[in-house]
């Protein structure tokens, strides 16, 4: 019996020694496949902003109307903010060209007001250059009192016709 215990101990040890193999066994490594690159999702093109409209050139500058005093050519105060707006848009577009036409009311010789017109053109002009605009890219001309805006014949007429308008020369728009 001690051959036989021998061998059932053999065979004990024997299947514990393949038990404890068995359970220390390490599942074999599965080769990981790397996890593909994230996928760039594409996401639409933003649209493009749509170009806003050029300033419509000649809208902004004919708009523009610096009255005077009776016999002046003396730039007012309240006519700063236009003059300003003028040379902004001057400034930033350098092809721009325009005319000044000076006019006056009815009274007056038909000589001297086309010299009143023409010191109200230039007036308007000179303010211009000192807010660094290039004076040649502003023509003046004097209309005297051939162009009245308003026909009548006092004093609330007579303000309105003493007057410097803006003329766009270039670039034209609308044409």
Known sequence: MSAS???MSCFTLLGTAALLGACAKRPAAVAETPAPPPVAVSQPAPEPKPKSPEPNLDAIISRIVLHFDFDQAVLKVEDQRQLDMLAEVMRSSRMVRIRIEGNCDERG????NRSLGDRRALAAREALAKMGVD????????????????????ESAWSQNRRAEFILLHPRTGA
């Open 109 to 112: 010789t038909e000589e001297y």
């Open 5 to 7: 215990r021998s061998w």
């Open 135 to 154: 004076p040649a890219r502003i023509r003046t001309m004097s209309y005297g009192k051939d162009k009245p805006v308003d026909p009548g014949h006092e």
